[in-house]
């Protein structure tokens, strides 16, 4: 079960949305790498604890099952009657190399809406629209924090594929 998970940091450098603002072109996103904008980065990193990182910074859960459990370190499987959770941990670091932010906002989405799986990270639900998971994160330290997915055991074959993706956004405060 590979999970991909994509970082970015959000600035506006002045530019709001209103009528009267010049129009101005989005930069592509470049999900699987650690990104910034501006003076912010932020970048994800395996816990110690955690499911290993590739290279594309892709969580791999390897294959889960509710009979079976999980067959890579480091991740945990909890059996309940009409579900399992699966569950990890994995780092977040964020960078401000000019100095200028000690802190920042750290939300948190899916990419894609989902209607089989549930998705938590440190106990905040995920949905299409970006959740607050931390209001005043620390810039310069790696943070630790808890992915889970509830799979319902009466999911079907064709459901069992997972095909989404965490959005972890920064925005320096």
Request: charged residues 15%; hydrophobic residues 45%.
């Amino acid at each position: 079960m590979p999970m991909l998970l994509v970082a970015s940091s959000l600035m506006t450098n002045g530019w709001a949305q209103r009528k009267s603002s010049t129009k101005r072109t989005s930069t592509a996103v470049q999900p699987l790498s650690a990104q910034s904008a501006g003076s912010v980065s932020v970048a994800l990193s395996q816990a110690p604890d955690g499911a290993p990182l590739s290279g594309q910074q892709v969580m791999d859960l390897g294959a889960v099952s509710y009979g079976a459990g999980a067959r890579v370190a480091n991740v945990n499987v909890n059996r309940r009657t009409d579900r399992f959770v699966v569950a990890t941990k994995f780092g977040l670091t964020i960078q401000d190399p000019s100095g200028r932010f000690s802190s920042a906002a750290v939300l948190v989405s899916l990419a894609y809406p989902e209607n089989v799986y549930g998705f938590w990270v440190d106990d905040v639900k995920l949905a299409t629209t970006p959740q607050l998971l931390q209001g005043r994160a620390r810039i310069g330290s790696t943070l630790a924090h808890r992915l889970e997915i509830e799979v319902p055991v009466a999911a079907s074959e064709k459901d069992s594929q997972l095909h989404n993706a965490v959005v972890l956004q920064v925005i320096p405060n």
